[in-house]
C-alpha cells in the first residue's frame, strides 16, 4: 500500500535566519540533501558565500550554489501556506505546538498542495517573537534537558529526517484535516491582513500602537489556530474595509477631518444621535 499522500520536494524550503557561522550553512546544506530537499533559503547571513560554508557542505555544494538569500524573513517564506518555526523555550503567549514527528508528517502531506517552510533561528538566540509570530506552528525538539542546545546543523539533520521519514511511510497519516477547497492563505496575505487589521482597531479606538500590550500577538496566534483560507481571508479584509469606511463616513458626519484623531469618540457619538433621532421619529 502506498502513501495517499504524496508530498512534493521541491515544495519544501529550509529557511535560516542570520547565521553567523557559515560553516553552520554548509552542515545544513548537507543535512537536506541526505534528507532528499534541495530548497535552502538564507536570511541576512553574516558571511556568505564563503568556502568555509563549502567545505561543510561536503557532496551538497549544488544546494548551496542554488541557495536564495534574501534580507527578510517575509521575502523567505512568501508565498508559503505554511511555516513551522523552531522554538527552543517556553514562551509567555503560547503558540501552536508540534513535535518533531507531527512536524515531519504535516510539512510532507501540506506540501503536495502548496509550498512550506520550516524555519530556523540564530545559533545564540534563535527567532525572535516576532518572527516566531509570522509562523502557523512551532516545533520543538526535546533533547536532553540537562543539555539541551543542539547545533544549527543537527536540528535541521533531526527535522529533515522527520520529513524524510514521513515521505516514506505507508501508513496514512491522522495529522492534517479533511483536504479543504481552497487553499490556506500566503504568508505575505497574512500580512497585509495583520496590518490593516491593526490600523482598523486604531481607527475604531479599541488598539494604541503607543501602548500595544499583546492584542496583536493574541489576534496572531488566533489566526494561527483558524489557518483561514485564501476566500476567508479575503472575506475578513472586506468587513475590515467596510468597518473604514463607515468610520470616515461618521467622522464626516462630525466634521472631524483629521485622520490622527480617534474614531471612537465621534463613532458612538454618532451613532447615539442617529438613533436618538429615529427613536424620536
Not at 518555526?85 to 502548496?114: F, K, V, Y
Request: hydrophobic share 40%.
Amino acid at each position: 500500500m502506498s502513501n495517499p499522500v504524496q508530498g512534493v520536494t521541491s515544495n519544501i524550503r529550509v529557511v535560516l535566519v542570520n547565521t553567523s557561522h557559515p560553516g553552520n550553512i554548509g552542515g545544513a546544506a548537507r543535512a537536506i540533501k541526505n534528507m532528499g530537499l534541495d530548497r535552502l533559503y538564507l536570511v541576512a547571513p553574516k558571511e556568505f558565500p564563503t568556502p568555509r560554508a563549502l567545505w561543510r557542505a561536503a557532496g551538497a555544494a549544488d544546494v548551496l550554489e542554488r541557495a536564495i538569500v534574501v534580507p527578510t524573513l517575509d521575502e523567505a517564506i512568501a508565498g508559503c501556506g505554511l511555516i513551522v518555526g523552531t522554538s527552543a523555550r517556553e514562551r509567555s503567549i503560547p503558540w501552536p505546538m508540534l513535535n518533531p514527528r507531527e512536524c515531519g508528517e504535516r510539512i510532507w502531506q501540506e506540501s503536495a498542495d502548496h509550498d512550506v517552510a520550516l524555519v530556523f533561528g540564530r545559533e545564540d538566540r534563535g527567532l525572535t517573537n516576532s518572527e516566531l509570530q509570522k509562523c502557523t506552528y512551532h516545533v520543538h525538539i526535546p533533547s536532553n534537558p540537562d543539555y539541551s542546545s543542539l547545533n544549527l546543523a543537527a536540528a535541521v539533520q533531526v527535522l529533515t529526517y522527520e520529513v524524510r521519514m514521513a515521505s516514506l511511510s505507508e501508513v496514512p497519516s491522522a495529522v492534517l484535516e479533511d483536504k479543504w477547497d481552497v487553499p490556506p492563505a500566503r504568508a505575505e496575505d497574512l500580512e497585509l491582513y495583520f496590518e490593516h487589521l491593526e490600523q482598523t482597531l486604531v481607527d475604531i479606538g479599541f488598539h494604541k500602537r503607543d501602548n500595544p500590550r499583546q492584542t496583536m500577538t493574541r489576534l496572531r496566534r488566533l489566526l494561527s489556530r483558524i489557518r483561514p483560507d485564501t476566500v476567508e481571508l479575503s472575506i475578513l479584509r472586506g468587513v475590515l474595509t467596510g468597518v473604514q469606511n463607515v468610520v470616515w463616513r461618521l467622522q464626516r458626519v462630525q466634521g472631524s477631518g483629521d485622520p490622527s484623531r480617534p474614531a471612537q469618540e465621534p463613532v458612538e457619538a454618532a451613532v447615539k444621535e442617529k438613533t436618538e433621532g429615529k427613536t424620536s421619529a
